[in-house]
């Protein structure tokens, strides 16, 4: 009787070892994901609203209940909205923009993004006199407000005969965005281990040589951070887009903004919000598809240093 007593705690001690801790949600757990529900909360319904109102008709919108959804869907107003809105004189929709759109994004992000990398590569591993002056004046770059340059860019481009045109603006896209990628590239090629370039350059590679062969396959994870800023801020552009084009060429976000402010006939809500929809699909996408290589190539040094 007495061993029995005596093995009853231990087995109860044992048992309680084996067992799994229970989680209990604390006032700072509670604080915590009652504040991301709350922000959750606040994108999320602006974008139930759109979506809702883009799939009705007019005469169920004016019955003003805008957080119910559809009683009966309709795609009417996204045809209407990709190929049939007026902007003016014309009459396609956002269609014209988003071609016109597409033809500068690709361009720009590729170039900005090739020379940025060199530009970060270099800055790292081939430092040359007067390299830090360099990279102040580029960082500094970052910071002028967009509107101090427009005039004299105006004035630059027209001198070159490339005022109006998407080449033009696909100029001024790579130029603004060189100074961030640089900084980017920069920050990720120094974190990148230091024996490899020195183990390189004792192989005999070269300049070219260890970037595409050494820094190129190790580079996936900034490159996808650049392209999603890239993107992200040539698609989404406005002022650009407006000052450096004219009405034919006019980028997505233009068209978007004739659209919307549009002030012939009744004001199309459910046309206005699908318009708006299929100008941030392009943003969206991207970061649906490589969202996870985005957050690889933060924390893998793209804000150090």
């Not at 700072?28 to 959750?40: A, E």
């Not at 602006?46 to 309709?74: C, D, H, Q, Y």
């Not at 009744?266 to 046309?271: A, F, G, L, P, R």
Request: with cysteine; aromatic share 14%; proline share 6%.
């Amino acid at each position: 009787m007495a061993d029995l007593t005596a093995t009853a705690p231990v087995a109860a001690m044992e048992g309680a070892r084996g067992a799994k801790p229970r989680r209990r949600l604390s006032g700072r757990n509670i604080m915590i994901y009652g504040t991301l529900f709350v922000v959750c909360l606040y994108y999320i319904l602006p974008l139930w609203v759109m979506v809702m109102t883009s799939l009705k008709g007019m005469p169920e919108i004016r019955v003003g209940n805008i957080f119910a959804p559809p009683v009966e869907i309709t795609f009417e107003p996204w045809v209407k909205a990709w190929a049939e809105a007026c902007t003016g004189l014309n009459c396609d929709g956002l269609s014209r923009g988003f071609w016109n759109s597409v033809q500068i994004l690709i361009p720009s992000v590729i170039l900005s993004i090739a020379v940025a990398s060199v530009n970060g590569y270099a800055l790292v591993n081939w430092k040359f006199k007067g390299a830090d002056v360099f990279f102040t004046i580029l960082i500094f770059g970052s910071f002028i407000p967009y509107q101090v340059m427009l005039y004299p860019i105006v004035i630059l481009l027209r001198e070159l005969g490339i005022y109006g045109t998407l080449t033009g603006l696909v100029l001024v896209h790579t130029i603004f965005g060189m100074p961030i990628l640089t900084l980017l590239f920069r920050n990720y090629f120094s974190s990148l281990p230091e024996e490899l370039f020195k183990a390189a350059r004792v192989d005999g590679a070269g300049f070219w040589g260890i970037y595409f062969r050494i820094m190129l396959p190790m580079s996936l994870p900034i490159f996808v951070v650049a392209v999603i800023l890239q993107v992200t801020g040539i698609w989404n552009d406005f002022l650009f887009g407006v000052v450096f084009t004219k009405p034919d060429l006019y980028p997505m976000t233009v068209q978007l903004n004739n659209i919307v402010n549009s002030v012939q006939g009744v004001k199309e809500y459910n046309v206005n919000m699908a318009a708006t929809l299929l100008t941030g699909l392009v943003p969206l996408t991207i970061y649906f598809i490589s969202g996870k290589l985005f957050v690889r190539g933060i924390a893998a040094g793209a804000v150090k240093g």
